[in-house]
């Protein structure tokens, strides 16, 4: 049996709304939507116009900046609406659904006899590129590079998080012949991630052609970031990719099935939702299919839709839609009501990590937390908070403040190249200065890119 990994610094979150291992299909949304906010550093261009109709698998938009890099239509139906912000940014491209789905035909593949050059180009063609994504940045690989090696996250640590086990169950063969397809897009190891004691799916513990590293701890270990540190960190001049689970099965059923099938498993969590649950739905749903009369409404209480997990979700609309990445929507209260002298009255029914309120003597207790976070930002000063949370080897508050000043050469000795913003989520939540740490990061990776790229 292989060594752990044992995580002993992070936190975890005890919220109520975890979802039950039952899985359900709702009916067909109304609408799906294509999303490029979901792609860091996008800038889309369109291939269609308003009113064509399209197949699952259909080019929708491609990247100004990699032209090979197409997105295309998660179901099949009639391009409906294209949706702008500011600055006629794209936001969103609608898509009205057809009742049965008609695919674009890609060609099933053995990838074992098949070149690296040839899975890539399937990969590109049926816009499922964009699931590989890269570090250093976080963003969508570039084709040209050739990773030092690929990591899978097999467990998930974040608040209310997805069972995985739950997610591969019937579909260990594609997520194997996923596996496969990664294998040739490297010349060094594939790295599949899974929880020392609670991971027991044969998808993950018999996977083969991958190096099985076990972890244990509180969150972040269920980040890839962290795995990645733990196993081998990012150098500068270095570029290792890495796949979420959900999008490794989808991988495998191109390659099996010649078509780009974009159903996905989302839980429905958060102490709002009346049966937090899975739901089997295809990417890029209007979430209003699978919430539906599922979520606690009260007069004085405004809710928050989170697209992801309540650390680094994206906040979206009742009826927005679920994003690219996500395999999880959170539902809970918005927090926009003052509380008389706050922290200042003992309570037990709050979370506190400094033990400001008598919960700490309750571990075991579930909370409904809110979006509160107390008082505007303070004083960015010295507490030891970050370190705690955060378990890589690299000074959290030293890189926030040389990204601060966008001082590139401290950026690069303080470790930029390792983290993303995710990783930051933790420390951004116990900040006492309330400062906004996941998007400094980000800041600070996009400068470095602009720097040498």
């Not at 799906?32 to 399209?54: I, W």
């Not at 490297?186 to 929880?195: N, Q």
């Not at 929507?329 to 037990?348: A, F, R």
């Not at 000043?405 to 983290?419: A, F, S």
């Amino acid at each position: 049996m292989s060594t752990v990994i044992k995580i002993r610094r992070g936190l975890n979150i005890p919220l109520l709304g975890s979802a039950e291992r039952i899985l359900q299909k709702p009916p067909l949304a109304t609408e799906y939507a294509v999303k490029p906010t979901d792609f860091h550093g996008l800038v889309p261009k369109m291939m269609v116009e308003e009113g064509t109709r399209v197949k699952a698998g259909s080019p929708l938009f491609f990247d100004k900046y990699n032209p090979d890099v197409v997105f295309t239509s998660p179901v099949s139906g009639v391009y409906r609406q294209l949706v702008r912000g500011a600055k006629r940014r794209i936001l969103e491209v609608r898509i009205e659904p057809h009742r049965e789905n008609d695919y674009v035909d890609f060609g099933a593949g053995q990838p074992s006899s098949m070149s690296r050059d040839q899975i890539t180009k399937k990969l590109l063609q049926s816009g499922l590129w964009p699931v590989i994504r890269q570090r250093p940045y976080s963003v969508i690989a570039n084709t040209n590079d050739k990773p030092r090696a690929i990591f899978i996250s097999g467990f998930k640590t974040v608040p209310l998080a997805p069972d995985l086990d739950f997610f591969v169950y019937n579909q260990e063969n594609e997520f194997q012949l996923g596996l496969d397809v990664l294998g040739r897009l490297t010349d060094g190891d594939v790295h599949l991630s899974i929880h020392a004691k609670e991971t027991g799916s044969k998808a993950f513990l018999e996977a083969t052609g991958v190096r099985i590293h076990r972890f244990s701890g509180p969150h972040p270990a269920g980040n890839v970031g962290i795995q990645i540190h733990h196993i081998r960190p990012v150098n500068k001049g270095e570029v290792v990719w890495y796949v979420d689970v959900q999008d490794v099965i989808a991988i495998g059923r191109l390659f099996s099935k010649g078509i780009y099938d974009a159903q996905k498993i989302v839980a429905l969590t958060g102490s709002e939702v009346l049966k937090p649950r899975y739901y089997k739905i295809i990417r890029g749903a209007q979430i209003t299919a699978f919430t539906g009369n599922n979520i606690r409404e009260e007069e004085d209480t405004r809710l928050r839709y989170i697209s992801g997990d309540v650390l680094s979700g994206e906040k979206i609309t009742p009826d927005g839609f679920i994003g690219f990445y996500d395999d999880q929507l959170t539902v809970i209260p918005e927090g926009d009501k003052p509380e008389l002298l706050g922290w200042l009255i003992p309570k037990i029914n709050k979370f506190s990590v400094s033990r400001t309120f008598f919960s700490f003597m309750m571990p075991w207790k579930k909370y409904r937390l809110n979006t509160n976070i107390r008082s505007g930002e303070r004083p960015f000063v010295i507490t030891g908070l970050y370190e705690k949370v955060l378990p890589m080897d690299i000074l959290p508050m030293q890189l926030i403040k040389s990204v601060m000043i966008n001082d590139i050469d401290l950026m690069e000795k303080l470790g930029i190249y390792e983290v993303a913003p995710e990783d930051f989520a933790l420390c951004e939540f116990v900040c006492p200065s309330k400062i906004e740490m996941q998007s400094i990061i980000r800041e600070g990776l996009d400068n470095i890119r602009k720097e040498f790229e």
